[in-house]
């Protein structure tokens, strides 16, 4: 379930982000910067909870980050106008981040060398599974009910998650082996890593993949439902094709990586990337769909 919270507060809401948009009578931007600010909290979020984990130790973490992230999906959920909307997704965005830091954590806690990769094999099956249903369950509550209901549905699924942290989880990470937090440490280390050449390139490279990847979660919903007229209900078994490739690819590299090496299986990648966007931006000035 902690692993489930990303994906559903990204993937889930999708479908709605056109009828928020003719709700709150604002252009189309203004509803995707609902999606840009939650994305920012949640890099902030990887930043610090990470070294707070190993400080305070995880279940103080993951759950006061549940918390915070049921408090925010309540907040959006009765949000009265796009503003709001925009700064609670923030919030919720930073929340969502200590699940996803903090639960590898935890992992490598409890479970041995081998038994820990077999359980993070079964994570990783619930973090592709997710965003390939959050979509079609977004549009058919969407259909029923109304934008507002997903929210709830994401607050219920959260409090859900910190009853069993607080009830099942015990504290992996004894006093002895906790860290002190410092923040000016943190941001050294940090520091140093932008000013590594080799890291800074790859964190560039994935960063900019991400960002094309995030620039159609935006803008997708718009393309399908009004341009291309897909019903809100159906856009999610369209967006299921994504993950189902994702799916593909992922298995296609894990076969192939050792034969050709990580080098130039990264390198293939940004090229596949490139020669795509570009595809899509020649599609969308000759009018191609």
Not at 84 to 95: D, P, S, T, W
Not at 97 to 105: E, L, P
Not at 165 to 185: A, N, S, V, Y
Request: overall charge positive; glycine content about 6%.
């Amino acid at each position: 379930l902690l692993a489930m919270l990303m994906p559903l507060s990204i993937d889930m809401y999708l479908p709605a982000l056109p009828v928020i948009s003719a709700q709150f009578g604002v252009p189309a931007g203004s509803t995707q910067m609902t999606l840009s600010t939650y994305i920012l909290g949640f890099a902030l979020g990887q930043l610090i909870y990470g070294p707070m984990a190993d400080s305070f130790g995880r279940k103080p973490v993951v759950l006061g980050g549940t918390l915070v992230f049921a408090a925010a999906a309540v907040a959006c959920a009765l949000a009265q106008t796009i503003d709001q909307l925009i700064v609670m997704r923030f919030f919720h965005g930073l929340a969502a981040a200590a699940a996803s830091v903090v639960i590898n954590a935890l992992m490598r806690d409890i479970y041995p060398k081998e038994e820990f990769s077999r359980m993070m094999s079964f994570v990783m099956l619930v973090t592709t599974i997710a965003p390939l249903m959050a979509p079609i369950v977004g549009g058919w509550v969407l259909v029923w009910l109304s934008w507002h209901y997903i929210f709830w549905i994401l607050a219920v699924a959260a409090i859900l998650a910190s009853a069993m942290i607080f009830f099942l989880i015990k504290e992996t990470l004894p006093p002895e082996r906790r860290q002190p937090f410092h923040i000016r440490t943190t941001i050294g280390n940090f520091a140093a890593l932008f000013r590594h050449k080799r890291v800074l390139s790859y964190m560039l490279a994935s960063g900019f993949s991400f960002a094309g990847m995030f620039s159609f979660l935006s803008a997708g919903p718009f393309v399908y439902i009004e341009i291309n007229h897909v019903a809100p209900e159906n856009f999610g078994y369209y967006f299921a094709l994504n993950i189902l490739f994702l799916f593909v690819m992922t298995i296609f590299n894990s076969r192939f990586v050792r034969r050709i090496g990580a080098l130039n299986m990264f390198r293939s990648g940004l090229w596949i990337q490139f020669i795509m966007a570009a595809w899509m931006v020649i599609s969308a000035l000759l009018g191609l769909g």
